[in-house]
Structures are given as C-alpha cells and as structure tokens.
C-alpha cells in the first residue's frame, strides 16, 4: 500500500517512473489539499459551537442581576443541558459512525443557532431550561462529527497533534466570545451575547455545507490507510457493526478509563468554564473587563498547551496518550492551587494561575478523545469519543448545579477543593492505560 504514502515525509517519489510518478504526486497534492480544507472547516464550524455554547458562562453574572436567578437555579439550567448533551454525543457518536459527517455537523450548527437566538428571548426560568437543554442537544452533533473526519483523514501515529490543532477551535471560539460577547454585555445588554453568535453561526452553518466533505473516498481518493501505507487489515473490516461495538467500545476496560478520566478532567474544566468569570469578580476582586479578559487568556494559554499536548503524546511518548495525561493532570492540580491562594486584587497572579490552568487542562481534554479512540477502531471513532464525552458531561452537571450550590451554601474555597482533588483521581485513571497505545501502531510498527 506504500504507493498511497504521500504525506509521508519518508516515502521517496524517486523510485518510481513515468505515468505511475505523476499519478502519485496528483494524489498527494489532493490529499494535502483536502486535509488542509477538511481540518480548516472543523476549526471554524467547531469554534462557532463554542460561541453559543460559552456565551451562557458569559452572560450568568447579567442574568443574575436583572432576572433575579440564584446561582442554584442557574446551574440547574446549565446541568440539564450538560446531561442532554452528553447522552446525545453517545447517540450522535452511534449515528455519525454510519452517516456523513458534512451533514450531522451542519445541521447541529444551524439548529443549535436558532435555539440560542430563542435563549436571549427569554425570561422564564422554565424557558430557559427549555431552550438550553434543546441547544445542547443540537451541539452534541458537533464533536462525533469532528471525530469521524479526523479518523478518515488523518493516521494514528498524527492523531494527537491534529486532534489538538483541532481542538483549538475550542479556545478560538471560547476567546472570541468572550471578547466580543463583553463588548455586547457592556455595550448591549446579556441578551444580545446571544442574538448576534446565533446568527454568525447559522450562516456559518451553510458556509461549511458547501466547503466541506466526509471521507477521501467521498471525492475518489485512496483511503487514509491507503494513502499512508497502512495495514487495512487491522481496523476490523470483517467485523458485523454490532461487533465493534461491543468488542471494541463496551467492553473495552481501557476506554471506560478514558471516560473516567474525563469525568474528573470535566469536573474542573467546566467549573472554570463555567463560573470563571463570577469566580473571578467575587471572590479575586475583578472588573467585568478583567474577568473577561483573565477567561480569554485562560482559553488562549489552552490552544498551546493542547498541541504541545499532542505533539508530546506523538513524538516523545511514542503513542502512549496516558503517560502525557497524567503529567499534565498534575500540572493542571498545581495551577489551581496556585490560583486559590493568590490574594484579592493581585491580577498578575491570577494571570498566571488562570493561563496555567488553561494550558494544562487542554492536555487531557484531548488526549481522552484521542486515547479512546486508539483503544477502539476507526470504526468505532464517534461512539468511543462520544462515550468518553458522555461521562465528562455528567462531571459537567456536576460543575454546573453541584457547583452552584457549593459556593451559594459553602464559599468558593470547597470548589477550589474539589477541582484539586479531581485532577489527582483523573490522573490516576490516566496512569493506568500508562502502557498502552493504537494497535494499530503496534502492529504496523510505527
């Protein structure tokens, strides 16, 4: 299968002739090309989920004040709409292993932009509910759909890297959002931190429909396998679906690592994600201005630490994603502890412990994703990432009501606390796949 090994700096175009030499080079350059394109719409469809999706976070402080809404029933909406939206990425991760991702992905983008458009047209807490718990439903199609294309167009032995510049759509989005929708929330009023990304992203919606594709056979190129050289006969083309599942998903003790990890990864990601912003404005004595400003930095720091991330569980740990995890888990306990003691008013130290968090946190976050689906099979890529996103937002329910109620009866030391203790015990089920990699680099000895 070398022939279809383009991208492959190794593979030395020399040694072949004529017609054959041609057609390889046409191949190549397509295939980078699509890639290219490929990687560019996810960056920006996934980063436009994010600017509906973190502008609740934004908003919570506003709605709060003019509303009257207690943290408590606050995050009672947030966690209805985490739970919806982690049953949903399994069930989207089951549909989108059989159905093109260009599809799954734009409709969840276009349809989550209208529900967001309606979140700012309310007033009723029950509305409310309503609205977020069907918008996260809507954004549960976006991750599966991500996952799917980067397993069809990208090799296990790059998996983390481009998976991590993937994953900075996450920080791209969450950034953007909070810069413009503080501008918005200043300027504006909370109910137009809503209006203005729904319709970006609806139109953004129709922009990716055109602009993008689901498999490199959709378009009449080799297979990813094919195109680098790989054996086709390890990714279980013989077995029934059902199968797959079951083997290489469900009973599979090394992804339901993974989704443990990612409920503790979740616990502390989502409670930055969520109410940093508050956090920062009440208990460090923060303007709106600086806590939007010390989130954004927060999101930022997150692109780099996930490709370094990446790029480390790739080249230095040769595949084995746990190992990576777990030093990084340790860093992200550090930097939360750094940030709890830092005193009120000190904006250079919460700089520091807010970019520390967020470039230690990206790690894991990308590295479960990639990790259950080593564990698994291409095959299997969106329901094995979905899973592991599905226990992660259980965490994320916890964040979100647990959280609230935590600092409304208990002060925000015992989240500090819980976010601390979380990382350790998400560092431990990562130390535990310590010896453990894609099959598939193994047995192609890559």
Known sequence: MKQFALLDTELDLNQYQGDQKEQLCAHGKTFKYWRMRIMLCMIAGYASFYLIRQNFALAIPAIEQDLGYSKTQIGAIWSAGALLYGLGKAAAGMIGDRMSARYLMTFGLFMSGITSFYFGLCDDLSHFMAAWVVNMCFQSLGWPSCARLLTHWFSPKELGTKWAVWNSSQQIGGAIILIVGGYLLMHAGWRYVFFVPAIFSMFMSVALFIAMRDTPESIGLPSMEEHHGLETNVVDADMSSWDVLTKKVLRNKLVWYMCVANFFVYVTRMSIFTWGPTMLREMKGSTIYQATSLTAAYDVAGIFGGILAGILSDKFFNGYRGRAGFFFMLGISAAITFLWL????????????????????????????????????????????????????????VAGAGFGALVDYCGWDYTFMVMSVSTLIGAFFFALTWNHRSKLLDETNK
Not at 371 to 379: I, L, P
Not at 385 to 395: A, D, E, M, N, Q
């Open 342 to 397: 830092s005193p009120i008013g000190a904006t250079w130290a919460h700089l520091i412990g807010m970019v520390g968090i967020g470039f230690m946190i990206s790690g894991p976050q990308i590295l479960v994703g990639v990790a259950a689906v080593d564990f698994s099979s291409k095959r299997t890529a969106g329901v094995a990432s979905g899973l592991t996103g599905t226990i992660g937002y259980i965490g994320t329910a």
